[in-house]
T-cell receptor, first 113, second 112 residues
Framework: EAQVTQNPRYLITVTGKKLTVTCSQN?????MSWYRQDPGLGLRQIYY???????DKGDVPEGYKVSRKEKRNFPLILESPSPNQTSLYFC????????????FGSGTRLTVV | QKEVEQNSGPLSVPEGAIASLNCTYS??????FFWYRQYSGKSPELIMF????GDKEDGRFTAQLNKASQYVSLLIRDSQPSDSATYLC????????????FGAGTILRVKS
């Protein structure tokens, strides 16, 4: 089944403790993105990647890191999480560009206390 | 300033009626327009995309694009309770750094 797999689905952590949210797609998509979704603000892009080893900042990159060492994987790293990073996170992939439409992962609900 | 606006709703329609969801955008040069559906607690899923002025139909869904007036609409005919969800409009344009910008979404409730 074609899908984007994110883990974990739920995560509660403490301020400052480094964490990684994994994302993997099995569709051979070139384009991958991370979004956060907050009530009333919609989906906001954190980082995106156009292909292996090519990443760039989205609208809200502060406090996040990403890497794209393999085509299928695009992990999101929070080096020192803070409470304002409490949110619902989605990984998404698209065949080449955003114009083809995204397939989203099932989401990771992160709470930082 | 990036701006894709949607009425947050909720928009309530009776079963069998036509639901009309609207989205306005600020970038006159926008080229790509998308509608995503998001059920409560789930991830967004692509239901329609449109690039040209006019209407595009897919089953019970019709996307309508009017670039001169800078709006894109989604019509859902014969609405069903299973259509109850949040509908996200997304627009890609040069003013937005040639990136996709999402609206905050409209909640649709279809009552049986």
């Amino acid at each position: 089944e074609a899908q984007v797999t994110q883990n974990p689905r739920y995560l509660i952590t403490v301020t400052g403790k480094k964490l990684t949210v994994t994302c993997s797609q099995n569709m051979n998509h070139e384009y991958m993105s991370w979004y956060r979704q907050d009530p009333g603000l919609g989906l906001r892009q954190i980082y995106y990647s156009m292909n292996v080893e090519v990443t760039d900042k989205g609208d809200v990159p502060e406090g996040y890191k990403v890497s794209r060492k393999e085509k299928r994987n695009f992990p999101l790293i929070l080096e020192s999480p803070s409470p304002n990073q409490t949110s619902l996170y989605f990984c998404a992939s698209s065949p080449r560009t955003e114009d083809y439409g995204y397939t989203f992962g099932s989401g990771t609900r992160l709470t930082v206390v | 300033q990036k701006e894709v606006e949607q009425n947050s709703g909720p928009l309530s329609v009776p079963e069998g009626a036509i639901a009309s969801l609207n989205c306005t955008y600020s970038d006159r040069g926008s080229q790509s327009f998308f509608w995503y559906r998001q059920y409560s607690g789930k991830s967004p899923e692509l239901i329609m995309f449109i690039y040209s002025n006019g209407d595009k139909e897919d089953g019970r869904f019709t996307a309508q694009l009017n670039k001169a007036s800078q709006y894109v609409s989604l019509l859902i005919r014969d609405s069903q309770p299973s259509d109850s969800a949040t509908y996200l409009c997304a627009v890609k344009g040069l003013e937005y750094g040639n990136k996709l910008v999402f609206g905050a979404g409209t909640i649709l409730r279809v009552k049986s």
